[in-house]
């Protein structure tokens, strides 16, 4: 397993994490298969782990402590998420800190994710959403200097909003951020154009999530499929966007080099960024741990390749709500 290291993780962690939503709580999880895929991770390398207390109210972060446990002589780095205190993802633009992250509710939460994790400590706390508003709130700084004097916390990461990873730049250059979490892969190429150059400058760390675009990008999308209620697919593929992503398959497969699957050549686009320090695919089934395992192992794709990817970029805005 290759491992990867940001100046201000200072410890080398693997280049394939484990993303742990939907290990808690999703329909037609077995737990018993999560717990040999978990094992399974663990025996080949994979020392990243993150989870949320958001990810079945914290049945997640359980099943991560667990897993510490079962192996006392491994070494893991774990990483969780304080929820937004109003509960809304992302965090609506003219949100007030005070209303997702007061500092009591940023201490609140961390001591639930250690009571969860039944752990001293956590490696990694992250905002579960943020605004680039919040940068020069004095609040959260002062917040998260305590938790990390009185050993809850090691480092401390924001996780950014689908499709705007221009929304904590400033937060990054206030020189507090040790790791930023964000959407990348072969269609959303965005964060390559000013978060991983100052990530690259200041030492932060990057952590890729949504590698597969919910799955599309593993094969898993088709234009007629239907996901259960519940699943959160139902709603991020609705009709116009399952036509437009499956379109957008369509020409990528033009490019899939012979021998090589679809979801190889998302893993491997990803891991052929040195920016990039970690990739944390869900993997909740035998068969995506052994799939992303001989990804990582096939390491990065070629030039040519990559620069065929390029085309294939898709900028994408939010959807807002409106009353």
């Known amino acids: 397993m290759q491992t990867r290291i940001a100046r201000r993780l200072g410890v080398p962690v693997s280049l394939l994490g484990y993303g742990m939503w939907g290990l ?3 329909k037609d999880t077995d737990e018993a298969e999560v717990e040999l895929a978990l094992d399974a991770a663990v025996a080949s ?8 207390f958001a990810y079945g109210d914290g049945r997640s ?25 109003n509960r809304i993802w992302p965090a609506p633009p003219d949100a007030p800190l005070e209303d997702c992250f007061s500092a009591a509710h940023i201490r609140e939460y961390t001591e639930k994710t250690l009571s969860n ?5 956590v490696d990694l706390m992250q905002f579960h959403v943020w605004q680039d508003a ?19 916390i090691k480092a ?37 154009d000013e ?24 094969g898993q999308l088709s234009r007629d499929r239907t996901f259960p209620e519940g699943d959160f697919r139902r709603t ?6 399952t036509a437009a992503t499956m379109d957008r398959i369509e020409r990528l497969m033009g490019v899939l080099p012979a021998g090589m699957t679809l979801p190889e050549m998302a893993l491997r686009f990803i891991i052929s960024n040195p920016d990039v320090t970690t990739v944390i695919p869900g993997m909740r089934r035998m068969q995506s741990v052994s799939g992303n395992l001989s990804a990582e192992t096939a390491g990065p794709l070629g030039d040519a390749l990559i620069a065929q990817l390029r085309s294939h970029r898709w900028d994408r805005q939010p959807a807002r709500k409106t009353d």
């Not at 994790?117 to 400590?121: A, C, R, V, Y």
């Not at 919040?134 to 809850?152: E, M, N, S, T």
Request: one cysteine or more.
């Open 24 to 26: 808690a709580g999703w």
């Open 45 to 52: 390398g994979v020392t990243f782990f993150d989870t949320a």
């Open 61 to 85: 972060e359980g099943v991560l402590g667990r897993l510490v446990r079962r192996h006392p002589t491994k070494t893991f780095f774990t990483a969780s998420k304080i929820p937004p205190k």
């Open 117 to 121: 994790l039944g752990l001293p400590h």
């Open 134 to 152: 919040w940068a020069a709130d004095p609040a959260w700084p002062r917040a998260v200097l305590d938790l990390k004097r009185d050993g809850l």
């Open 156 to 192: 401390i990461g924001i996780s950014l909003n689908r499709w705007e990873p221009w929304n904590g730049l400033a937060t990054l250059r206030t020189g507090l951020i040790d790791a930023v979490q964000v959407v990348y892969n072969i269609f959303d190429q965005a964060p390559e």
């Open 195 to 218: 978060l991983f150059p100052l990530c690259r400058e200041l030492g932060i760390a990057v952590i890729a999530r949504v590698p597969f675009d919910e799955g599309s990008l593993a």
């Open 236 to 241: 991020y593929f609705n009709g116009q966007n």
